[in-house]
């Protein structure tokens, strides 16, 4: 067996910590350390739609313990979530079974939950295929699916038995999903020193430097930034698993992202691309109540600007629904809303308030 690239310590239960692994070999060698990780066990393969239509015939697994699930955030519902664990059912997966979820975060979040919940609990194991999966949601172990009244409503902290990530499957995502996971890079740049890492990558300056290798989609480039996203993930989740308070951090740009999926009815924007919106929100409201300064503020917005994020006239948003989304979100308490805002370089604190302003501005010097 090879050696995990990296491995997830959850510190208060260091039973629950797994590896991570990260190659780009044939993709159809995956199947065989599937095959090898779930030796001797019964499993149900869930796939997003897009990727089974891919990569489905080159992965060969029996169409009997396939659920293929239809793209879209929309689909991260309660009633899917009824067919997977049907098909857990019909399949008679036991406790001693296993869910593999190939796909995206919407894949990941309800096979977790669909494998956390089932029997009380059996394992699962993360093929991340999108740059966003891959980064970030395939680990921590957030399982989730949406609610009417809210995204994430419903969900349980699950950690994965393992997560493969193989860098070729990043090769088939079209532009805008590959920008949308990038936006949750550039997030952890913003973050990376309140993380507490026991070694610094300066994922800011690292990305000043290598945009060309972005739009390239450079294989060592990306499994750089995937091993530097996933190593300060890792740091956090294994000091705060249950986001009792550091793990926030990992929240940067997402109470008003997740405020502006909601708003659009999750057709305007990717997630990473609301998350990047969200990122410049805090920016602006850090700048302007003296959290960080200008130089920062423009240093930022002059990377975002780099990656090609557009900051749209904001006037398909209705301010006050939009901020009652942000009072709902899982971190506020109903009434104030909670923020996680850019402080320094990598830096950033948390703060609750009880009103923001909508004054986005998009403001660098050329
Ligand atoms: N659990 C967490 O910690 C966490 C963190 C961040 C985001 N999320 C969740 O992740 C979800 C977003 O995930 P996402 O951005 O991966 O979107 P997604 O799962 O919707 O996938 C996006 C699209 O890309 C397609 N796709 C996937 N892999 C592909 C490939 N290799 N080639 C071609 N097409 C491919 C999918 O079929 C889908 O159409 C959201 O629901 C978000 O809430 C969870």
């Not at 409503?153 to 393992?162: I, N, T």
């Not at 929100?281 to 130089?295: A, M, P, Q």
């Not at 402080?343 to 050329?366: A, L, P, R, S």
């Amino acid at each position: 067996m090879t050696e995990p690239t990296i491995t997830v310590n959850i510190s208060e239960q260091p039973k629950k910590s797994y590896p991570i692994y990260i190659d780009n070999d044939d993709i159809k060698t995956l199947r065989l350390k599937l095959d090898e990780e779930t030796k001797n066990k019964k499993r149900l393969v869930i796939f997003s739609q897009k990727v089974y239509k891919i990569y489905g015939k080159s992965l060969g697994f029996d169409k009997s313990e396939i659920f293929v699930l239809k793209d879209g955030e929309r689909e991260k519902n309660i009633k899917n979530y009824e067919k997977i664990i049907k098909k857990a059912i019909e399949l008679k997966l036991s406790r001693k079974d296993i869910i593999i979820a190939i796909g995206g975060g919407v894949v990941g979040d309800m096979a977790g939950f669909a494998a956390s919940t089932y029997m009380r609990g059996i394992e699962f194991i993360q093929v991340p295929t999108t740059l966003l999966a891959c980064v970030d949601s395939s680990v921590g172990g957030k399982t989730a699916i949406d609610m009417p009244k809210g995204k994430n409503f419903v969900g349980a902290f699950y950690q994965p038995k393992a997560v493969y990530i193989n860098l070729n499957f990043l090769k088939t995502l079209d532009e805008e999903q590959y920008k949308s996971g990038f936006g949750e890079v550039i997030k952890y740049g913003f973050i990376e020193k309140s993380c507490y890492h026991n070694e610094y990558f300066d994922l800011l300056g690292f990305l000043k430097n290598h945009r060309e290798d972005y739009f390239k989609r450079d294989n060592d480039f990306l499994a750089k930034i995937i091993k530097i996203c996933l190593e300060l993930k890792s740091a956090v989740v294994s000091q705060d698993e249950k986001e009792k308070g550091l793990r926030k951090i990992l929240n940067l740009g997402h109470t008003f992202g997740h405020a502006l999926e909601e708003e659009t009815k999750y057709q305007r924007f990717t997630h990473g691309y609301a998350v990047v919106l969200g990122i410049m929100f805090v920016f602006n409201y850090g700048l302007k109540h003296n959290f960080c300064d200008r130089k920062y503020y423009e240093e930022a917005f002059t990377l975002i600007d780099f990656y090609g994020y557009n900051l749209p006239k904001m006037w398909f948003v209705n301010k006050k629904r939009t901020l009652n989304y942000m009072k709902t979100d899982k971190k506020s308490d109903g009434e104030n809303i909670t923020l996680i805002i850019p402080t320094n370089y990598g830096e950033v604190t948390e703060k609750t308030v009880q009103d923001v302003e909508f004054d986005i501005q998009y403001k660098i010097k050329k």
